[in-house]
Nanobody
Framework: QVQFMESGGGLVQPGGSLRLSCVAS????????LGWYRQTPGKQRLWLAR???????EYSNSVKGRFTISRNAANNALYLQMNDLRPEDTSVYYC?????????WGQGTQVTVSS
């Protein structure tokens, strides 16, 4: 099954920006519904930005207008540009198919927003 590997997280001040990257082990970027999830301790892992199989991008209300999902099928890569970061964005970020494949989760990348 496809495996995903995320990178690009870090510590950033409120209002700052980060760009996350995700590389898939197989050519799944085009023609599939996939996206970014995040999870904080004790809470459910939820998607926040995704591409439908048609290529249309969608966002959860919590990140709409601040985050932008993009992709590069030639590199099997998915990206998440995060602007105007807030402390409540602190989380571990993952990418996966939607609906997710439990065998495909990577280690995630930690994003911490703090002054």
């Amino acid at each position: 099954q496809v495996q995903f590997m995320e990178s690009g997280g870090g510590l950033v001040q409120p209002g700052g920006s980060l760009r996350l990257s995700c590389v898939a082990s197989e050519s799944v970027i085009d023609g599939n519904s996939l996206g970014w999830y995040r999870q904080t301790p004790g809470k459910q892992r939820l998607w926040l930005a995704r591409f439908r199989a048609s290529g249309v991008a969608e966002y959860s209300n919590s990140v709409k207008g601040r985050f932008t999902i993009s992709r590069n099928a030639a590199n099997n890569a998915l990206y998440l540009q995060m602007n105007d970061l807030r402390p409540e964005d602190t989380s571990v970020y993952y990418c996966n198919l939607i609906p997710s494949d439990s065998r495909s989760w990577g280690q995630g990348t930690q994003v911490t927003v703090s002054s």
